[in-house]
């Protein structure tokens, strides 16, 4: 079989669309979390207010809608991403590695995550906006009055009024954040590896294959959470005083360290 056949195969087509549609359907049944979690990125100044204490907050405030504000384009968004990333990364793995290296696998991952970051990204800068329309921040004097319809009339205003640079905001801490999912794939593949020389020729069940997942994906978040953080304010638009107007990821994680 031919490397171009490879490349675009049935079977990295099938790892792609069970990709999008697993990440879409954890996304809705969490999605008041993501919410929680968007809301304290953007806050500013020190805040100890527990998770279901934000819910509680924004179900009183804004009703139920404001934990499931912005869900479809999220939903729509997380699909297309999570359709280029598994299709890319899958396919490199089928090409050119045969012999499963992890090391290998942590280097498509990354090469995977940029290809996605380069092409979705103005959609997640859309999005964050979309979530956080009609939001109460603490501390957040940022300019929320803009209202948008949805992604394509968010993607023709941010583009109109504030260039390529307002669609891609945020790229920089993405591409840096492809270390992400690459960690979250090198964990995922040793600590299965791991199991499966201790389990031997027995089948991992799905409840440890979802347990080695989410331990997976709590090390890499946690690895690469500040770079998390400066994303979500990059996107969202913050201006911060003595700062310029699109100030890059050092000068905001030195700012917030201040």
């Not at 991403?81 to 992890?102: P, Q």
């Not at 859309?126 to 979530?131: A, D, G, Q």
């Not at 307002?166 to 840096?176: H, M």
């Not at 994303?231 to 310029?244: D, F, S, T, V």
Request: proline fraction near 2%; include cysteine; glycine fraction near 8%.
């Amino acid at each position: 079989m031919s490397k171009a056949s490879e490349l675009f195969s049935y079977s990295s087509l099938v790892h792609a669309i069970a990709g999008g549609c697993g990440s879409a359907v954890a996304m809705s049944a969490l999605f008041p979390l993501d919410t929680v979690r968007t809301r304290l990125q953007l806050e500013e100044g020190k805040t100890s207010r527990n998770t279901f204490a934000i819910m509680a907050e924004v179900y009183k405030q804004e009703g139920f809608v404001g934990l499931y504000r912005g869900l479809l384009p999220v939903i729509e968004s997380l699909y297309c991403s999570n359709f280029v990333y598994f299709y890319t990364f899958h396919a490199l793995k089928r090409i050119a590695n045969e012999d499963k290296s992890v090391l290998r696998d942590l280097f498509f991952g990354m090469v995977a995550g940029s290809v996605n970051v380069m092409t979705t990204n103005p959609l997640w800068v859309v999005n964050t906006r979309l979530k956080m329309q009609g939001a109460k921040l603490q501390g957040n004097q940022h300019n929320t009055s803009r209202r948008y319809k949805g992604i394509v009339d968010g993607l023709a205003h941010v583009g109109r009024e504030e260039g390529l640079t307002g669609l891609w905001s945020g790229a920089c801490s993405s591409l840096i954040l492809t270390i992400n999912p690459a960690i979250q794939f090198m964990a995922y593949e040793a600590m299965k590896n791991q199991l499966q020389n201790v389990y031997g020729s027995q089948q991992l069940n799905s409840l440890v294959v979802f347990s080695v997942g989410a331990a997976a994906k709590a090390i890499a978040t946690i690895l690469t959470y500040p770079i998390q953080l400066v994303q979500a304010k990059q996107r969202h638009g913050h201006n911060y005083e003595g700062l310029p107007q699109k100030a890059g990821l050092f000068s905001i994680i030195l700012y917030i360290i201040r």
